[in-house]
């Protein structure tokens, strides 16, 4: 039955966090966003919130292994899978602004997260600074894509959606992920309990690799769309959210201690990252080809052999 309920919970956190995404783009087409801005904003934090509402369910529930691991195993899945299979269907170009202002912070937010975890545990306080540099990085990204917009004439797309219906739309989609988090969270506990394993070893795997198949999903569909501005920017923008907001809001709930098995996970995530700097560099021009994304897939799967392993 746990298995059943697993399946469930994935089930309804990925069409809850679809039916955000599109309810959230077109909250954002109202309120003339560019479509970057929106990649690296609302789309990331829209399929960022299963994360975050499974985080912070295990973390009430005392499952602190789930909850960062979570945080961490989605990150490296996000850089390591969900990037290097969109490359390998679809050359993914990077824009300027992603190498010079986007990934050093999200390698910021990383390294200071790290630095909060080294001791053991992620205090109020620390959760406080960590949603402090959320709200500096989206203030500054909406300000810059306005004065781009204004720069370059941008043209926006009619909403999918009217206001009304999108914010009804954000409201269900908010009560799907609440609930399917409840069901993840409750049976993958038993099911590591059944199996043997670690809390840590579920989170990191299964249950990173089930909360980022909103970002897989739409970064794909962004690639068979050639939106490729969208798959970037959801990808940084999603593991900012995910190490900056999901850690500060849990921690102002309950102090998070970190385990030692989790600073490698954190240490490999630092690692992956990095990797995907220089991959980002220019070659002729600045784009993540199917070679490039061979080798985050490769990254990908190693960090899974090793925490299975």
Same mark, same amino acid.
């Given at each position: 039955?746990?298995?059943?309920?697993?399946?469930?919970?994935?089930?309804?956190?990925?069409?809850?966090?679809?039916?955000?995404?599109?309810?959230?783009?077109?909250?954002?087409?109202?309120?003339?966003?560019?479509?970057?801005?929106?990649?690296?904003?609302?789309?990331?934090?829209?399929?960022?919130?299963?994360?975050?509402?499974?985080?912070?369910?295990?973390?009430?529930?005392?499952?602190?292994?789930?909850?960062?691991?979570?945080?961490?195993?989605?990150?490296?899945?996000?850089?390591?899978?969900?990037?290097?299979?969109?490359?390998?269907?679809?050359?993914?170009?990077?824009?300027?602004?992603?190498?010079?202002?986007?990934?050093?912070?999200?390698?910021?937010? %990383?390294?200071? =997260?790290? @630095?909060? #975890? !080294?001791? +053991? *545990?992620?205090?109020?306080?620390?959760?406080?600074?960590?949603?402090?540099?959320?709200?500096?990085?989206?203030?500054?990204?909406?300000?810059?894509?306005?004065?781009?917009?204004?720069?370059?004439?941008?043209?926006?797309?009619?909403?999918?959606?009217?206001?009304?219906?999108?914010?009804?739309?954000?409201?269900?989609?908010?009560?799907?992920?609440?609930?399917?988090?409840?069901?993840?969270?409750?049976?993958?506990?038993?099911?590591?309990?059944?199996?043997?394993?670690?809390?840590?070893?579920?989170?990191?795997?299964?249950?990173?690799?089930?909360?980022?198949?909103?970002?897989?999903?739409?970064?794909?569909?962004?690639?068979?769309?050639?939106?490729?501005?969208?798959?970037?920017?959801?990808?940084?923008? %999603?593991?900012? =959210?995910? @190490?900056? #907001? !999901?850690? +500060? *809001?849990?921690?102002?709930?309950?102090?998070?201690?970190?385990?030692?098995?989790?600073?490698?996970?954190?240490?490999?995530?630092?690692?992956?990252?990095?990797?995907?700097?220089?991959?980002?560099?220019?070659?002729?021009?600045?784009?993540?080809?199917?070679?490039?994304?061979?080798?985050?897939?490769?990254?990908?799967?190693?960090?899974?052999?090793?925490?299975?392993?």
């Amino acid at each position: 039955m746990e298995y059943f309920y697993l399946l469930l919970g994935f089930a309804v956190l990925l069409v809850s966090g679809n039916t955000l995404v599109r309810a959230g783009v077109s909250l954002a087409t109202h309120m003339r966003i560019s479509t970057l801005a929106i990649g690296v904003t609302v789309v990331s934090l829209g399929t960022s919130a299963p994360e975050l509402v499974v985080s912070i369910n295990a973390a009430v529930r005392g499952h602190p292994d789930i909850a960062l691991g979570n945080v961490i195993g989605s990150n490296i899945s996000n850089i390591g899978l969900v990037l290097g299979l969109t490359a390998v269907i679809l050359p993914v170009p990077v824009a300027a602004g992603t190498v010079k202002r986007d990934w050093p912070f999200m390698m910021l937010a %990383s390294v200071v =997260f790290y @630095i909060f #975890a !080294i001791n +053991g *545990i992620v205090s109020y306080t620390e959760g406080i600074i960590l949603l402090s540099l959320l709200s500096g990085y989206l203030i500054l990204t909406l300000k810059d894509s306005r004065q781009e917009m204004l720069e370059i004439g941008h043209r926006f797309e009619k909403a999918a959606h009217s206001t009304l219906m999108a914010v009804f739309l954000v409201a269900i989609s908010s009560a799907g992920l609440y609930f399917g988090s409840n069901w993840l969270v409750n049976s993958a506990g038993t099911i590591a309990s059944n199996l043997g394993v670690s809390e840590r070893v579920i989170a990191v795997t299964l249950i990173a690799f089930g909360t980022s198949v909103p970002e897989l999903a739409t970064s794909l569909a962004a690639a068979l769309k050639k939106e490729m501005n969208i798959t970037i920017g959801n990808i940084i923008g %999603s593991n900012i =959210f995910n @190490i900056l #907001a !999901i850690p +500060g *809001i849990t921690a102002l709930i309950r102090s998070m201690t970190v385990s030692g098995e989790l600073l490698f996970d954190i240490r490999y995530m630092l690692a992956i990252s990095l990797l995907l700097f220089f991959l980002m560099l220019p070659s002729g021009k600045s784009v993540i080809n199917r070679k490039r994304g061979i080798i985050l897939l490769l990254s990908y799967f190693i960090y899974i052999y090793i925490v299975v392993a």
